[in-house]
């Protein structure tokens, strides 16, 4: 079965989709975390801007790999896990940036949905439910207000020891979900057949407790 949570940066998917896999015992995938790994090698390559030929030749030699490990997938660039480096501002406006461009989401596409073939998984992301999994079993939309997205957002950044402003935060958040909403492929938008959850009021608890609750009504009234 594959569960879908799509929606915008400080929505809470990346930690209840996490919680959710681990309490239903699917495998998870960060996709997101994919398209940062993606801006963390144009970063280190210095990948300057040559048009879309070039960059799809490039993406084949970046060595790029989801691994399985432990219930998640790990995201590695060249063997190494790339997590440390990849939640800062900087990589979260260039994936955001890059994730506009067709070679990069195709070169992705077939990543993401080796995923989905070998069992159970929950996949996080933009795009999971309208175009990589459309075929999903369960798919999820969360939203939140803007001010309380920038408020989580601000807060994961100071936990890791990042300094910046709430301001900073805001306009950031707000250049990237244009940005991710507005683009012509994959826009960031709930699949027709999403459940759309505000998890504004919502504790992270809370929002894992409902997901798994409709996951498991959809999975008893599903035909075998
Ligand atoms: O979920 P995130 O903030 O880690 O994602 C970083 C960027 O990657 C986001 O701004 C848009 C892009 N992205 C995407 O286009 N499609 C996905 N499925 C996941 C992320």
């Given at each position: ?157 100071k936990q890791s020891g990042q300094q910046i402003e709430m301001a900073d935060v805001l306009a950031d958040l707000r250049q990237r979900d244009q940005r991710d909403s507005e683009r012509s492929l994959s826009p960031l938008r709930p699949a ?33």
């Amino acid at each position: 079965m594959v569960v879908t949570v799509d929606g915008p940066a400080g929505s809470g998917k990346s930690s209840a989709s996490r919680l959710l896999a681990r309490k239903l015992g699917f495998a998870f995938l960060d996709t997101g975390a994919l398209y940062r790994a993606i801006a963390l090698a144009a970063q280190w390559d210095d990948m300057p801007d040559q048009g879309e030929a070039k960059l799809a030749a490039w993406l084949r030699k970046v060595p790029l790999e989801a691994i399985s490990q432990d219930g998640s997938f790990l995201v590695l660039l060249g063997g190494q896990d790339v997590e440390p480096y990849i939640r800062n501002e900087a990589i979260s406006q260039l994936a955001s940036r890059l994730s506009a461009l067709a070679p990069v989401r195709e070169h992705l596409l077939g990543l993401q949905r080796a995923a989905g073939r070998d069992g159970d998984l929950v996949a996080e992301g933009r795009d999971m439910g309208t175009v990589v999994f459309p075929q999903a079993e369960a798919k999820f939309f969360l939203t939140a207000g803007e001010q309380e997205r920038a408020r989580r957002r601000w807060l994961e950044l100071k936990q890791s020891g990042q300094q910046i402003e709430m301001a900073d935060v805001l306009a950031d958040l707000r250049q990237r979900d244009q940005r991710d909403s507005e683009r012509s492929l994959s826009p960031l938008r709930p699949a027709t057949d999403a459940v759309v959850l505000d998890t504004t009021p919502l504790s992270l608890a809370e929002v894992v407790d409902t997901l798994a609750k409709k996951v498991r009504e959809r999975r008893t009234s599903a035909p075998r």
